[in-house]
């Protein structure tokens, strides 16, 4: 049973950035591929960026065309430690964003993931 807790949400100006940290406990963090999703107001939670496991310590980064050149996903194994970086936020970005973490499933879709209780960003014009 892996437990994530999300930290870092808040209010932003547009163009500002913040960054979102997740901390798992109880599993073995390496071995996990992480990830992030966010659920806009009135929408289905959707993909933000993820980090998979393709072999000891070597991890392949995705993130969605939405935000990629402005989003960067991180992890410290050592520190059970997930992060997303928002640069140049946009309203569009306004959300409950969650981590989530799976040893066995596929990350992009969530798949046998364990999820935290979200944190929530909202970006102003």
């Known amino acids: 049973q892996v437990t994530l807790v999300e930290s870092g949400g808040g209010s932003v100006q547009a163009g500002g950035s913040l960054r979102l940290s997740c901390a798992a406990s109880g599993g073995t963090f390496m071995r996990l591929s992480v990830g992030w999703f966010r659920q806009l107001p009135g929408k289905e939670r959707e993909f933000v960026a993820a980090l998979t496991r393709i072999g000891s310590n070597v991890y392949s980064p995705a993130y969605a065309d939405s935000v990629k050149g402005r989003f960067t996903i991180s992890r410290h194994n050592a520190e059970n430690t997930l992060w997303l970086e928002m640069n140049n936020l946009k309203p569009e970005d306004t959300a409950v964003y969650y981590c989530?973490?799976?040893?066995?499933?596929?990350?992009?879709?969530?798949?046998?993931?364990?999820w935290g209780q979200g944190t929530r960003v909202t970006v102003s014009s």
């Open positions: 989530a973490a799976t040893e066995s499933g596929k990350i992009r879709i969530g798949e046998n993931a364990y």
